[in-house]
């Protein structure tokens, strides 16, 4: 069983920016592939932003190209979603999420973007953005 604590968020002015970080219990934590979603009042969940196993690869919703990255540290067990240049939309809770993957080849570089792909997901953090 993994278990995901999501931490950083807050409320911050347009413009601003915040840093999420997603702490992952487990030994394996290198093997897994990391995801940040985000659900907004009214709407489904939505991804945001992904990364391999290895952190070579990492993709983005149109929406965050450019202002936001997505890291990790495998030697600390964490994600981290840097956000910049935030704007009024971005305001949702923010979860982390987690899949149990292998050290091959052919995950090395995969990337997963649909909520169903992941097994594991933290309780969110609340981001607020105002105007």
Not at 18 to 34: E, H, K, P, V, W
Not at 55 to 66: E, F
Request: charged letters at 20%; aromatic letters at 12%.
């Amino acid at each position: 069983q993994v278990q995901l604590v999501e931490s950083g968020g807050g409320l911050v002015q347009a413009g601003g920016s915040l840093r999420l970080s997603c702490a992952a219990s487990g030994r394996t934590f290198s093997n897994y592939a990391m995801g940040w979603f985000r659900q907004a009042p009214g709407k489904e969940r939505e991804f945001v932003a992904g990364s391999s196993w290895s952190g070579s690869v990492a993709y983005y919703t149109d929406s965050v190209k450019g202002r936001f990255t997505i890291s990790r540290d495998n030697t600390k067990n964490t994600v981290y979603l840097q956000m910049n240049s935030l704007k009024p939309d971005d305001t949702a809770v923010y979860y982390c999420a987690a899949r149990q993957t292998a050290q091959t080849t052919g995950w090395r570089t995969r990337v997963l973007k649909g909520e169903h792909e992941y097994d594991y997901w933290g309780q969110g953090t609340q981001v607020t953005v105002s105007s």
